[in-house]
């Protein structure tokens, strides 16, 4: 049985930083190919950030050079540290795993940037 489990959420400032964890079991997490979403209010999930299972990232515009995206293959877990965070990062961040035709998703950690 396949869970992503995300964690780190919470309430922060803007241009405060917050780290997201997602431990992953029921799967050979080192082959799987990993992405952050997000979804806010009234809008669509979107993709935030994602790494490869060789390591390789990408980025939407609108994080680039504020969120990195990292792994640990021991630990079946995949972080996105939030640096810079900004009103518009308000959010639900949910996990991702994809290998194939095979998605995986967990239940989202919210993320709220606000004075």
């Known amino acids: 049985q396949v869970q992503l489990v995300e964690s780190g959420g919470g309430l922060v400032q803007p241009g405060g930083s917050l780290r997201l964890s997602c431990a992953a079991s029921?799967?050979?997490?080192?082959?799987?190919?990993m992405a952050w979403f997000r979804q806010a209010p009234q809008k669509g999930r979107e993709l935030v950030a994602a790494?490869?299972?060789?390591?390789?990232?990408n980025y939407s515009d609108s994080v680039k050079g504020r969120f990195t995206i990292s792994r640990d293959n021991a630990k079946n877990t995949v972080f996105l540290q939030m640096d810079s965070l900004k009103s518009e990062d308000t959010a639900v961040y949910y996990c991702?795993?994809?290998?194939?035709?095979?998605?995986?998703w967990g239940e989202g950690t919210l993320v709220t940037v606000s004075s």
């Open positions: 991702n795993a994809r290998l194939n035709d095979f998605n995986a």
């Open positions: 029921g799967i050979l997490f080192r082959i799987y190919h």
């Open positions: 790494i490869t299972s060789t390591g390789n990232t």
